[in-house]
DNA sequence: AAGGAGATCAACCGCCGTATT
DNA sequence: AAATACGGCGGTTGATCTCCT
């Protein structure tokens, strides 16, 4: 019954960090074999390990298409967007940043951003001002209130996109498989996600960006979201008035909580002299560039986001500190 | 220079969903 | 249908590094 015994628990494995030398077979052993079934590579790498910690040891640290170092500013927006639209699920975090690992990012949260948006009075895990703040958080408006009720509903819609996309993915993939290949699509016409409110020329986007198309589709949410900053934006200041429209809310909640927590942040480096003029100064740039986005698909569309508005690079880049 | 505190990050642990027998 | 292995995920730990006193 079931599968063969499972020998994990064999003793002698070893364990903790890893050696140069067992790096380095590991690596010889996948780039010869591929991995395979990472239960037997152990042995058959010659690796006192078992299969779960090789895994492990590859998929975040030996893989050759790991990026590492710094995160940069883009990296750090799209983590604390995705982090408010999906929470802690890390790998679906990680497919929004090319290169990056899941374990690497839930690090990097726990090390830098959780802590620094607690430091600007925003909750880490809601991103609405925190309630005992005081200050600019106790001035909440009523739309971030409004805006707050909203939010469980919004995660939970674009959690449940995501899964359909992924699934949909997978089936696709199996048809894929059983069945010859099609033709070569057309450039833009007939390829629109079932699920996504995304339109093609705007995942197509990605696929040009120098990523394949998997993981151009697979980034698209993350477009869905700096649109949503835009239309937040407008419904904020009557410039729509679709309450009902998702990831319009949850966007609302979050350039609140920025502007709200920027606010708060500036007013405590005044009265506090041990806040250093530059890291007010970076504060000043990364709060200032999530408006530039903001406004930057704003200036393009009030409504949406165009395809001139994405490719434009200077919208990912940070912007000079205008406060 | 030494020691303590805090920060960082690689790695482990335990759980869960899926695949396999 | 049930039992079991496998792979993946998120939470946590602990060794190491860096900074401060």
């Known amino acids: 019954m079931g599968r063969t015994p499972c020998c994990e628990k064999e003793a002698g494995l070893k364990k903790g960090p890893w050696t140069p030398e067992e790096d ?55 983590i604390i967007q995705l982090h408010a639209l999906l929470g802690n699920r890390w790998s679906a975090i990680a497919t929004h940043l090319p290169k990056r690992t899941d374990n690497e990012i839930k690090n990097y949260w726990n090390t830098h951003l959780k802590k620094r948006l607690a430091k600007m009075g925003i909750d880490p895990v809601t991103h609405k001002p925190r309630a005992d703040a005081g200050g600019a958080g106790a001035a909440a408006s009523g739309a971030r209130y409004r ?5 469980s509903h919004t995660a939970q819609w674009e959690s449940a996109r995501l899964e359909a996309e992924a699934r949909l993915a997978r089936e696709a993939k199996l048809r894929a498989l059983a069945s010859p290949p099609p033709p070569p699509a057309p450039a833009a016409s007939g390829l629109e996600s079932p699920t996504s409110t995304l339109s093609f020329s705007e995942s197509a986007l990605f696929a040009g960006a120098g990523h394949d198309d998997a993981l151009g589709a697979a980034r698209a949410p993350a477009v869905l979201t700096l649109r949503s900053y835009g239309e937040a934006f407008g419904e904020q200041h009557n410039f729509g008035d679709d309450a009902d429209a998702p990831g319009g809310f949850l ?25 250093g003029e530059q890291q007010q100064e970076e504060d000043k740039g990364y709060w200032s560039s999530i408006l530039n986005m903001v406004n930057s698909s ?19 880049l940070p912007a000079a500190a205008e406060f």
């Open 251 to 275: 966007a609302g909640v979050l350039l609140d909580c920025a502007v709200a927590g920027a606010e708060q942040r500036f007013a405590a480096a005044s009265a506090d002299a041990s806040v």
């Open 24 to 78: 380095q077979k590991l690596l010889a052993f996948i780039e010869q074999h591929g991995h395979g079934c990472w239960r037997s590579l152990p042995a058959k790498a010659g690796l006192r390990r078992c299969g779960k910690s090789c895994r492990l040891r590859w998929t975040n640290y030996l893989r050759p298409d790991i990026k590492r170092g710094k995160f940069t500013l883009q990296e750090e927006q799209t």
């Open 298 to 316: 704003m200036s393009s569309s009030s409504s949406s986001l165009t395809s001139e508005a994405v490719t434009d690079p200077a919208m990912y």
């Open 147 to 151: 805006a707050a009720a909203h939010l």
